[in-house]
């Protein structure tokens, strides 16, 4: 039963990944005063299977010079690891639930670095290896801080467990009293899953398109579809860490969509950030914020296990 609610999961996922991109085009589409896709099916709905189709069936062309069996298998590697992020979501019944879902979260999110960088080495090609470069660094910078801000939810529920974070926020969300640190832990997911105004992995005009720009066909496609299930696993701990996800409440589901919706609506609405400008953030504001705002909550949580037990 764990193996089939774990696949029906995984199923689900994709599916919702699907769908994600025809709401993406069809929310930019509006911004841009136009119509998205709305021609395949009704409304347009159909248009994700047909590109899933469009894109597996194209030819693949590999470069002569890279490095195949790296080339090949890290975008396949990207996807399973994106899709492996999903099983720490909790469940009553059946499937895993972990006590140190928060652990896992982070330490799998972490080797996604090593995806990004082989993509984007063993394609043998110089705007491909900058694209790679640039990713691996601006991921590497933003996970140091956000681990900080993390632990100062962690100190409060003094606990690694998802489903601690929505007990502990049946009153009140976290968001309310720890507004600020809300606020960087969604820019640093944005950062995280090299979205808008922080996709320097894929700057058009300077790199063609970054890392995956020898991708073609299904590599091309795997590439996509672990960026987009990073982005829906991200809205969904969001939810947990600040919005109070209880996800057995209808209202979870609207919170989730509502969070990916953001990361659609911060793209149609700024431009790409500076570089440096990014990495300054990074060192030289969000750090010493998160170190100075995690002590803060440690000793909130030690006053409260002094003069509340």
Not at 174 to 185: A, G, K, T
Not at 266 to 295: C, E, F, N, Q
Request: charge should be neutral; glycine fraction near 6%.
């Amino acid at each position: 039963m764990v193996f089939v609610s774990s696949l029906l999961l995984v199923i689900c996922v994709l599916v919702g990944v699907a769908f994600l991109t025809l709401l993406e085009r069809k929310v930019l589409g509006y911004i841009h005063i136009r119509k998205g896709p709305n021609k395949v099916g009704f409304l347009g709905l159909l248009q994700p299977f047909s590109e899933a189709v469009k894109l597996f069936t194209k030819e693949q062309s590999i470069p002569l010079v890279s490095n195949f069996l790296i080339f090949y298998f890290s975008p396949l590697f990207n996807l399973f690891l994106s899709l492996l992020l999903w099983f720490s979501m909790p469940f009553f019944t059946l499937n895993i639930n972990f006590s140190f879902s928060l652990l896992f979260i982070l330490s799998v999110s972490s080797l996604g670095v090593y995806c990004v960088m082989l993509s984007g080495w063993s394609s043998n090609s110089n705007y491909a290896m900058l694209g790679s470069l640039r990713s691996v660094a601006q991921m590497i910078s933003y996970e140091v801080s956000l681990i900080l801000v993390l632990l100062s939810f962690l100190f409060l529920i003094s606990s690694f467990n998802l489903i601690d974070l929505s007990k502990y926020q049946e009153n009140v969300w976290f968001m309310v009293y720890m507004f600020p640190l809300s606020l960087v832990v969604f820019i640093s997911f944005l950062a995280e899953t090299n979205r808008s105004p922080f996709d320097f992995a894929e700057g058009e005009s300077e790199l063609v398109s970054g890392f995956n720009v020898e991708y073609s066909s299904g590599g091309f496609a795997f590439i996509f579809l672990s960026e987009y299930g990073s982005i829906l696993f991200m809205s969904m701990l969001s939810v947990f860490i600040f919005m109070g996800g209880d996800f057995m409440d209808f209202l979870f589901f609207i919170k989730f969509t509502f969070m990916a919706f953001l990361w659609i609506w911060v793209r149609g609405t700024l431009p790409r950030y500076r570089y440096d400008k990014l990495m300054g953030l990074a060192w030289k504001i969000y750090l010493p914020v998160s170190l100075s705002l995690l002590m803060f909550y440690y000793s909130v949580s030690l006053i409260t296990l002094v003069f509340c037990y």
